[in-house]
């Protein structure tokens, strides 16, 4: 067989907020039997999803679409404020899993405001951690920037009275570009004391770059609707990786395009499971004679408790 040398990114995969969203799920069905139902998968990954769907978790996309006597979750990207306080006005049992570093963006845009602050967030229109983040104010309230060339088209109401904050799973390189813009523009606007870019985020990217030069191709598991996960795509290939594929899982990997590697650098977004990761490694065992380089740029160790509802027994 072929050799190929397999760069495997460190860290990769789960964070910290997606281990608990998940977690929150598991400990709901246990606590009070299934059906519970999630607003929103719990995180973008099908594996995952399917995972819960099958031990009686029922994803929806609106609150009108759960029973009132039933528990309902909030997924990892966060909610619009609108959502909890209609849960609570028909006295549902609601379970907030919104990662806690979303919900620092969702606090830091509430104290900018409170302050006589307009918002300006960057991130991607119509993604549900932007939809609820930008939720946690009244409507037209908070300026969204997808680009620079946004930052220049920007209306505001006093450019000395501005403060900004982001989407936590945004490049890293290109977030900075988009800021330098609104820092040249807006000389006082306020921004967050260090990124609202996670760390998960950035360790993740971190770990592509420092792959990317060795690797004839790199392949990123993660889903569709990843924003990290697609963003690490991104950093792939713009860190002079000429062919950087986003796959779900190892049937979606693309022989053809693979042919004649000699190194494949390996990573998997945010929410994408271990077992999916193995599973690629193993496809690519059965076709190469593979050694396994760990690339490891950073180590996590950051754990997040799930709300106490959960900690107390049924
Ligand atoms: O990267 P996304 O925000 O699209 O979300 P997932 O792929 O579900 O990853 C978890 C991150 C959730 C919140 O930051
Ligand atoms: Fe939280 Fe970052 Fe993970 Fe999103 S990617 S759930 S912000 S730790």
């Known amino acids: 067989m072929t050799p190929l040398t397999l760069y495997l990114a460190a860290p990769r995969g789960f964070c910290a907020g997606v281990d608990r969203a998940i977690k929150i799920v598991e400990l709901a069905l246990q606590k009070w039997g299934a059906p519970v139902y999630v607003r929103h998968e719990i995180v973008h990954n099908k594996y995952v999803v399917d995972g819960l769907r099958a031990k009686g978790a029922v994803f929806v996309e609106e609150l009108d679409e759960c029973p009132v006597d039933r528990p309902v979750i909030f997924s990892a990207h966060g909610v619009p404020k609108s959502v909890p306080a209609a849960a609570e006005a028909r006295q549902m049992i609601a379970v907030d899993a919104t990662c806690p570093l979303v919900t620092k963006v969702h606090n830091e845009a ?152 000699r190194s494949l650098g390996v990573t998997a977004g945010a929410s994408a499971p271990e077992e999916l990761v193995n599973e690629v490694i193993d496809a690519f065992r059965a076709r190469f004679a593979v050694t396994v380089e760990l690339v490891e740029t950073a180590q996590e160790n950051i754990e997040f408790k799930v709300p106490r509802l959960l900690r107390e027994p049924a």
Not at 121 to 148: D, K, N, S
Not at 155 to 167: E, G, H
């Open 110 to 261: 509430a104290r900018h405001s409170e302050a006589g602050l307009q918002m300006v967030m960057i991130g991607h229109a119509g993604h549900p951690e932007t939809v609820g983040t930008m939720g946690q104010l009244p409507e037209g309230e908070v300026l969204l920037v997808e680009t620079v060339e946004d930052v220049a088209a920007l209306n505001v109401r006093d450019p000395a009275k501005l403060a900004y904050i982001t989407q936590t799973t945004l490049s890293v390189d290109d977030t900075a570009g988009i800021v330098a813009a609104l820092n040249t523009r807006f000389p006082n606007i306020l921004g967050p004391h260090k990124e609202d870019i996670c760390y998960a985020t950035t360790n993740r990217q971190a770990a592509v770059k420092a792959i990317a030069g060795k690797i004839d191709a790199l392949l990123v598991i993660g889903a569709p609707n990843s924003s990290n996960s697609l963003r690490l795509v991104e950093v792939g290939r713009a860190a002079g990786c000429a062919y950087a594929q986003l796959v779900q899982r190892a049937s979606e990997i693309d022989w053809r395009a693979l042919e004649g590697i």
